[in-house]
């Protein structure tokens, strides 16, 4: 069965400061990857995903995330954090199974300090 | 172009009683996936309607069931509830009728008590 696994439950960064959160992902066929990010008291939104083609991938606000098939990795990275960046982010896979399930994993919060 | 709205916002219940949440798809979305978020927890998939029609479903009960009406617009509802059912039940359209790649745009989603 097709799993994503999110490293640290919290992550703290100070502003300007790099961001990087983990995500590992199992699955038995090529992956379609997603990262989505929740501000508090909102829905999800989409950052950016991963479905063929080149392994970087950048989304909106600055964010991009890297495909690694060897390392079975889509971390999500930026290169300076900004404070209106704090929120929780969710990793998911997608499956196809004749209809579409996102499967997401527990999430990372980001703490961004002045 | 409008988004993923739903209603209401918050809902509070009792154990035992039935609840009703609304949905309604961004324009030019005939998909619609119901999820439930726990409190510290990531989406947990409930079902998937396409065309009006149930066509795939995640590990949750018989008494979670739901609708889809002609303009895409959804419903999930909740028999029976059950305290573990508290939770942020968040509906999302997308456009390609549930293939792998599609984008699913999420809504605000629904606050649930169950006391």
């Known amino acids: 069965a097709q799993s994503v696994t999110q490293l640290g439950s919290h992550v703290s960064v100070s502003e300007g400061a790099l961001v990087l959160l983990r995500c590992n992902y199992s699955?038995?066929?090529?992956?379609?990857l997603f990262w989505y990010v929740q501000y508090p008291n909102q829905g999800l939104q989409l950052l950016l995903k991963y479905t063929t083609g080149a392994t970087l991938v950048k989304g909106i606000n600055g964010f991009e995330a890297e495909f690694k098939k060897s390392e079975t990795s889509f971390h999500l990275t930026k290169p300076s954090a900004h404070m209106s960046d704090a929120a929780e982010y969710f990793c998911?896979?997608?499956?196809?199974?004749?209809?579409?399930?996102?499967?997401f994993g527990t999430g990372t919060r980001l703490l961004v300090s002045p | 172009e409008t988004g993923v709205t739903q209603s209401p916002t918050h809902l509070i219940k009792t154990r035992g009683q039935q609840v009703t949440l609304r949905c309604s798809s961004q324009s030019g979305h005939n998909t619609v996936s119901w999820y439930q978020q726990a409190l510290g927890q990531g989406p947990q998939f409930i079902f998937q309607y396409y065309r009006e029609e149930e066509n795939g479903r995640g590990n949750f009960p018989p008494r979670f069931s739901g609708l889809q009406f002609p303009n895409y617009s959804s419903e999930l509802n909740v028999n029976a509830l059950e305290l573990d059912d508290s939770a942020l039940y968040l509906c999302?359209?997308?456009?390609?009728?549930?293939?792998?790649?599609?984008?699913?745009?999420f809504g605000p989603g629904t606050r649930l008590t169950v006391l």
């Open positions: 999302a359209s997308s456009r390609q009728g549930g293939r792998a790649t599609d984008t699913q745009y």
């Open positions: 998911a896979v997608s499956l196809n199974t004749g209809f579409q399930k996102l499967v």
């Open positions: 699955s038995s066929v090529p992956p379609y």
